[in-house]
């Protein structure tokens, strides 16, 4: 069992459409993260969300963070090509940082 | 944002030899850097802590023998694949960061064993 439960695994889309990712735990956390990463390449660091019911926004990318501190999403309005990757939620626990499975967005132009 | 470096980027190497990759933060002092492998549209599995100055703390499942972490300065850290073999072929990636929480990743190192 993970201890951050990431959805959709795989996710294909036109252009323009919009999406949500969802990264869900039943532990709280002080901060969870996101993360790009392109095939070939490191992850790059998205966003860092700290306070329960926190919004960041990030140009087409809107990031929450729940309540409880225990679940996060991803927001993308009107998906571009260029967005297509893989997403990665993570936290940190006991002192490292642990990772949902992963969202492979497509995005078809 | 922070930059770390990975080197090499790609390697092949042969069945029973060993390959050392760098893990090198460019422009802050790393005291703790972690290794991770990863497997093709999966996410990142983390291998080990390298601590700086000391051993490293493995995972369960990681054989330290195998992987050797040694992290001899505040700003590099080294990973060898000791007698690899074709299964460990993979793509690792380093990251090191000033809070735990928040890391900076390195390009990733292609492993291919022949």
């Known amino acids: 069992t993970q201890l951050l439960e990431q959805s959709p695994q795989f996710l294909s889309i036109q252009e323009g459409e919009n999406l949500t990712v969802y990264c869900n735990s039943s532990?709280?956390?002080?901060?969870l993260q996101w993360y790009r990463q392109e095939p070939g390449e490191g992850p790059v660091l998205l966003v860092t969300?700290?306070?329960?019911?926190e919004v960041k926004k990030l140009k087409r990318l809107t990031f929450q963070f729940g309540d409880a501190r225990k679940d996060s999403s991803l927001h993308i309005t009107a998906a571009q090509p260029g967005d297509t990757g893989l997403y990665l939620c993570s936290g940190e626990y006991g002192n490292k940082l642990v990772f949902g499975a992963g969202t492979i967005l497509r995005v078809k132009s | 944002g922070a930059v770390v470096s990975q080197h090499p980027s790609r390697v092949i190497c042969k069945s029973g030899t060993s390959v050392k990759i760098e893990c090198r933060s460019l422009?802050?002092?790393?005291?703790?850097m972690f290794w991770y492998r990863q497997f093709p549209k999966k996410s990142l599995m983390l291998m080990a802590t390298s601590n700086e100055g000391s051993k490293a703390t493995y995972e369960q499942g990681v054989e330290k023998d195998k992987f050797l972490i040694n992290h001899a300065s505040l700003t590099l850290s080294t990973l060898t694949v000791t007698s690899a073999h074709p299964e460990d072929s993979s793509f690792y990636i380093c990251?090191?960061?000033?809070?735990?929480?928040?890391?900076?990743f390195g390009p990733g190192t292609r492993l291919t064993v022949t």
């Open positions: 422009d802050f002092q790393a005291t703790t």
């Open positions: 990251s090191a960061g000033r809070l735990a929480g928040e890391q900076y």
């Open positions: 532990s709280v956390f002080s901060s």
């Open positions: 969300v700290v306070t329960g019911g």
